[in-house]
């Protein structure tokens, strides 16, 4: 199992950026697929879930409207689409997948089964 997160950098605050992961090694059909972030000296947090099937999506309401969680089920891919960027959300991003029901507290880390390495996110001027 592989999830292999990409597209993060150094954006002005107001900025935009979208981040991808790739996933392979599983049946990426079958999982739900998240972002977390963590930023410095903070606990890991959730961002956006987006189901199997797609949409309906649910975000952290810090990031709601600014944020946008989609997939490429022919591809593997799932990306955060992220506008409007602000300092405060600056952190690693990662992606995050769950391959059983849904069923439990999907911003919760113990709901997902595999986690990919991080990409760094900075929101400086």
């Known amino acids: 199992v592989q999830l292999q997160a990409s597209g993060g950098g150094l954006v002005e605050p107001g900025g935009s950026l979208r981040l991808s992961c790739a996933a392979s090694g599983f049946s990426f059909r079958s999982a739900a697929m998240s972002w977390f972030r963590q930023a410095p000296g903070k606990e890991r947090e959730f961002v956006a879930v987006i189901k199997r099937g797609g949409p309906p999506a649910y975000y952290r309401q810090s990031v709601e409207g600014r944020f946008t969680i989609a997939r490429d089920n022919d591809l593997n891919m799932v990306y955060l689409q992220m506008n409007n960027l602000r300092p405060e959300d600056t952190a690693v991003y990662y992606c995050?997948?769950?391959?059983?029901?849904?069923?439990?507290?999907?911003?919760?880390?113990?709901?997902?089964?595999?986690w990919g390495q991080g990409t760094q996110v900075t929101v400086s001027s």
């Open positions: 995050a997948a769950r391959l059983r029901s849904w069923s439990g507290h999907f911003d919760q880390e113990a709901f997902y089964d595999y």
